[in-house]
């Protein structure tokens, strides 16, 4: 069915060819490899189950920081945050000498593969499930482009489409809920099934994933949800290609206790007090989640501060797992120099990084903590409804690769 009017597209040193079926792109937030495995072994999910028999089942590499903002902007740039320039949700303007989220449009350096297919003439549709993404993701883009969270204040002028809430058939969810990640399905669901658009992104909240390991039943109950949906896309024409953000961890001791290594305390210990200047890109408005507390930290140093002794005493803290300067963190880890700090500091799988103890309400948490950020929520699934053709053997694939994978590569 030759139903698309989508020319092969260029975008930042990559080309994406359409085939005649509409491409569906879900970025599952939190989406630990292990969700979908135990879901499917629960016999809850079986049409993820479909997909790895009768599809393709890889695992890739998430951008670090195991953020949000920084992989989504990979995923729909295909380049890493060393091109694009979003390396946190949260970062510190040094031109404004403010502590800024990183949600404004100005921040992002490259058009995105959404932008340019909606350029080219492909009809596009992108749902988000928080509205911190909305602007980045929309970006330069014609087409459909609103969030789950403001689906009510949708407007044509804005979004590309009104009355959102009667097209889904689903009131307004909460931003802290399941239905927030469902409302995004079921919307895709809706505009396959009316517009039928070239290009869908769909991406969602990791609100269970922080809440709930892999196996549990509410965690089975979302892949199960999720598998529901994915199945209608497939009945719809589409092809399906599945990827996440960054993985999760419980980052805890076996009584359920958070472990904390708290950096500003540390640094002003070295350094003298507010000396040093610590920055958690996992900061967002959305902190229930996870108190503000990642695997993933970058700090500001005083100048004549003894850049390499500090690291080397940082990364002996029990809990650190690395500690760079800041050339070696942006070469390592593909990020722009200029929006890092001094040094980067990853912590270990069950650990995470805060400033200091009055500055993380974790009052909000009802469940001991999982959170991510690090290089151990770096392996995320990269799932596909069909088979995958020509892909080099022993090619490092990325969560970003996945619309290269989905437009060139499936059979
Ligand atoms: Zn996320």
Redesign the pocket.
Known sequence: MADTAAAPVTVNGRTYRPTNRPVVIVCV??CEPDYITQAIEAGVAPYLKTMCECGTSLLGDCVVPS??NP?NLSIVTGVPPAVHGICGNFFYDAERRQEVMMNDARYLRAETILASFSHAGAKVAVVTAKDKLRALLGHHMRGICFSAEKADKATLGENGIDNVLALVGMSLPSVYSADLSEFVFAAGVALMKRDRPDVMYLSTT?YVQHKHAPGTPEANAFYAMMSGYLEQLEALGATVALTA??GMNAKTDAAGRAQIVFLQDWFDRELGAGKARVILPITDPYVVHHGSLGSFATCYLPSGADVDALCHKLANVPGIEAVLPRRAAAARFELPEDRLGDVVVISERLVVLGTTPARHDLSGLDAPLRS?GGVSEQKVPLLFNRPLKDIPAGRRLRNFDVFDLAFNHSA
């Open positions: 937030d939190g953020f949000t992989n990791d953000d960054h991510h």
